[in-house]
């Protein structure tokens, strides 16, 4: 059984930084994609980033956390990053963590990923 286990979230004031993981078990091939999504109260939930690893490493981010929040993975530990620095009060969010995109399913979606974790609070006061 697949397992996704987010960690790292916390309370910081604007301009400071937190650093999420990500780790994912019980599965025996390669995850094609894993991002990270954020959701607000009353609001949708959102792509935020996602980290591809079939026939190479890419990365993807939306527009509002380019240049300030950074995705990568950690293969050995089968853990996956978000690095966020320069938060701003409107990151604050619930962070969630998926894995394994469908076939032929876009990153920004998220009825498209199979695993998701529960969830850790990110919260930035200004």
């Known amino acids: 059984q697949v397992q996704v286990v987010e960690s790292g979230g916390g309370s910081v004031q604007a301009g400071g930084s937190l650093r999420l993981s990500c780790a994912a078990s019980g599965y025996t091939y390669s995850m094609n994609c894993m991002g990270w999504f954020r959701q607000a109260p009353g609001k949708e939930r959102e792509a935020v980033a996602a980290i591809y690893t079939d026939g190479g490493i890419s990365t993807y981010y939306t527009d509002s956390v380019k240049g300030r929040f950074t995705i990568s993975q950690d293969n050995a530990k089968n853990t996956v990053y978000l690095q966020m620095n320069n938060l701003k009060p409107e990151d604050t969010a619930m962070y969630y963590c998926?894995?394994?995109?469908?076939?032929?399913?876009?990153?920004?979606?998220?009825?498209?990923?199979?695993?998701w974790g529960q969830g850790t609070q990110v919260t930035v006061s200004s």
């Open positions: 998926a894995a394994d995109l469908i076939f032929g399913g876009s990153w920004l979606s998220p009825y498209e990923y199979n695993y």
